[in-house]
């Protein structure tokens, strides 16, 4: 065991710090660093899947939370020094409320584009779920447990909360409204909040109309005061094809002015909007927003904000009308200082009692998923599949991460456990369209194939290609029934445009290419992911997946 630790941290390059937080594992990844070495950063500083970021500075600290939808535990939370290089140090949710009704995978539905704040000693985030209501999740120490989620405002159609301490004491709530639920868009509200921020005193007030036939679709609110203007950041236009609209007027109910401060321009950086301006400690401002990579998710982008006229402008304004287009590459913040270089974890030695905090649930954890262990590995026990089983949109133990860079390698060693036939386990990469290599059980050997299925979610086949036929690696007695074992390495090789090829291997050194090429698509509002698998078919007991380690390395 003590090898295999120290073997851990050399392959994966890792630092161990001390801190008022305890120990601190820095981790630099093998495939994607923002950081350029050189006192400039590349864009995206998260090439990966951390959709509708927001932001907050709490002295020298930077704290950023993500929508995480359905995927538990939920909202992310990644910290920084200088806002290029983070980690992900917590979640704030541990399940995802109701929890009954996210037992199961509830594709694109959960917790939408929250929203970080710093408030008297108290860190709050509040999000909507487009089927529920508003939610507020607070806590002392980012770091440490979260306390349980509370329903601010029942009711469907309510996203994009943001909320705005004042002045004067008074706490104010704006948000956006998703059509498909509420039958209409395009519009911001703002109500007013109790002093703990735990419910409604006002009805909401309109306080902008994107049906202006120029700012269709205005959502993701964020909310602001500075030198007596409120200002709401909202973006328009779309996900994909949309602009940053920033709001102002001198009184929170409004009227609004409005106008367009950051917009795609000559760039190849499409719609870019949707995100948190912060401030750093030089007092110089910034704005980190996303952009929709499709099959890689909404990735995380840092762009420069100047305030003109009491106006931000966002990224490279070159011909000064106002509006700014994203850059590519900058300076970093706090020119001057220097932070250690790190990344959001991707690789895992499964050494832990804790697993790691890059791999997230396709539904809230159960038990019967599975365990860590101090034994060197990660068991994932079968789920049991419906006696109607279409294909894997209904499966919830899906252990999976998100795509960390536009190429990239992952490999995980893995011994397959078997008693009934058809029981089966592997690697995935999962979308509205997937594929993964399975050993399946069948008499007293293991089948190998590649399967692949696509437009899941209209419950849509799955087609497998049989790979190989596998002798087990042992057999033993286990009651009544032997239990068969197959110890197997299996990889995955992701190329630009998110093609996959898979591949395995039986000794860890020579691997064997794996049928076709499988073109990866994002899931339901979410990028693609790629991680383990194991079922069992209805009725019968749960085989298991003994993971020994899953590594992310560099395509060769």
Known sequence: MCKKIVKGLFLLGIAVLYGSHGIHA????????????????????????????????????FFMTASSFGCAPGLPILHSKDLVNWSIVNYALKKIEPAGFYSQPQHGKGVWAPSIRFHNG?????????????????????FGKWDEPVLVKEGKGMIDPCPLWDDDGKLYLAHAWAGSRAKFNSVLTVFELNAEGTAPISDPVMVFDGNDGVNHTIEGAKFYKRNGYYYIFAPAGGVVTGWQVVLRSRHVYGP?????????GDTDINGP??????????????????????????VVHLNPMKWINDWPVIGNDSDGDGCGEPVS????????????????????EFNSRKLGLQWEWHANYQDVFG??????????????????????????????????????????????SAKDDGQKSGLIVMGWDYAYLGVEKLGEKFVLGLTACKDAEQGSPEETAVLAVLEPSARYEAGLRPNYEREIYLRVKVE???????????????FTEAGKVFQARQGKWIGAKVGLFSVAPCGKERGWLDADWFHVEKAE
């Open 496 to 510: 630009k445009n998110a093609l996959c090829r898979f591949s395995y291997s039986l000794d860890g050194k020579t």
């Open 329 to 348: 590459r900058y300076r970093k913040p706090l020119a001057g200082k220097r932070f250690p270089v790190e990344t959001p974890a991707e690789s895992d």
């Open 273 to 298: 909007h949707q995100g948190g301006w912060v401030d750093a400690s030089d007092g110089e401002s910034w704005f980190l927003h996303f952009q929709d990579k499709g099959a890689y998710g909404r």
């Open 26 to 61: 820095q981790y630099k990844s093998d495939v994607w660093v923002a950081d350029c070495g050189d006192g400039t950063y590349k864009n995206p500083v998260l090439h990966a899947d951390y959709s509708d970021p927001d932001v907050c500075a709490v002295g020298d600290d």
């Open 256 to 264: 609004y002015e409005v106008k367009t401060v950051m917009a795609q």
């Open 122 to 142: 108290v860190y709050y985030i509040y999000w909507g779920d487009p089927d529920f209501g508003i939610f507020m999740v607070k806590a002392k120490d980012p």
């Open 371 to 416: 365990f860590t262990s101090d034994m060197g590995y990660m068991r994932l026990y079968g789920h049991i599949l419906s006696a109607d089983f279409k294909n894997f949109w209904e499966v919830p133990n899906l252990l999976l991460q998100k795509f960390p860079a536009e190429e990239f390698v992952a490999t995980a060693k893995l011994k397959v």
